[in-house]
């Protein structure tokens, strides 16, 4: 069982930076790659950014391509997601979620078995 908890979202103006993180309980922590999705009002989840379990691989959406990096601390059960630049549109509810393949960069989200509860991001323009 791994429990998921998000944290250090906010309001920020256009061009400003935020960092997630998605702190896991559970020792087998290290095993799963980690993905980070966003759900918009009145739009369908996407993946965002994810993370293999060992931390060398990574894969992101087009849209945070260049603005946002994804990196993990196994010693301290957190993944993170750096987002520089913000813009408007990246205003949504931010999830992690653990992938038991040790991926983390698939864009299904049928594929990842533990989810937080979100975190709230709203960019002001």
């Known amino acids: 069982q791994v429990q998921l908890v998000e944290s250090g979202g906010g309001l920020v103006q256009a061009g400003g930076s935020l960092r997630l993180s998605c702190a896991a309980s559970?020792?087998?922590?290290?095993?799963?790659?980690v993905g980070w999705f966003r759900q918009a009002p009145g739009k369908e989840r996407e993946f965002v950014a994810g993370i293999s379990r060992s931390g060398i691989s990574t894969s992101y959406a087009d849209s945070a391509k260049g603005r946002f990096t994804i990196s993990r601390d196994n010693a301290k059960n957190t993944v993170y997601l750096q987002m520089n630049n913000l813009k408007p549109e990246d205003t949504a509810v931010y999830y992690c979620?653990?992938?038991?393949?040790?991926?983390?960069?698939?864009?299904?989200?049928?594929?990842?078995?533990?989810w937080g509860q979100g975190t709230q991001v709203t960019v002001s323009s």
């Open positions: 559970g020792r087998t922590f290290s095993s799963y790659g």
């Open positions: 979620a653990a992938d038991p393949t040790g991926w983390g960069g698939s864009r299904q989200g049928g594929r990842y078995d533990y």
